[in-house]
């Protein structure tokens, strides 16, 4: 009497792995999606750092040379402009008053820069007003 014994298995079947596989696959693709939102978010962050630095670069330039600016020995012109710009070519400094129209102890200092990733319809730039005492006559 030849009894047949049926053989059970245990462990995992290739459909199980096949849907673990998936799934990690799924998890794992969203992971390296909001690692590259943060990593856009961490830039934008950098550069508005940046962008404030060369704005307050601009102020102490300023300071600098309030005397002379408030005296007349130097003039508010597109030299003095170009001497308070950023150092990297990827911010765009500008001035209120513009280069010309005197010196009257109020300065507009606009820092812009384009990151062509951030989508979300900000504009990439700080703004600082700054207002100088009356230290020389």
């Known amino acids: 009497m030849n009894t047949l014994k049926a053989i059970r298995q245990s462990g995992f079947t290739l459909i199980e792995v096949l849907i673990a596989l998936f799934l990690s696959t ?39 040379k309030l005397c002379d600016l408030q005296t007349g020995n130097i003039s ?30 109020e300065l507009e200092v606009d820092v812009s820069w384009n990151d062509a990733r951030m989508v979300d319809g900000l504009e990439s730039r700080i703004r600082i007003d700054a207002m100088f005492p009356q230290v020389c006559s």
């Open 76 to 105: 508010y012109d597109n030299d003095f402009v170009t001497n308070v710009q950023p150092q990297f070519a990827a911010y765009t400094l500008t001035l209120a008053p513009a280069a010309g129209a005197g010196f009257n102890n």
């Open 26 to 64: 799924i998890i794992l693709l969203g992971l390296a999606a909001a690692e590259l939102k943060s990593l856009q978010y961490a830039t934008n962050s950098f550069n508005y750092t940046l962008s404030l630095v060369q704005a307050h670069n601009a102020v102490e330039k300023t300071w600098s």
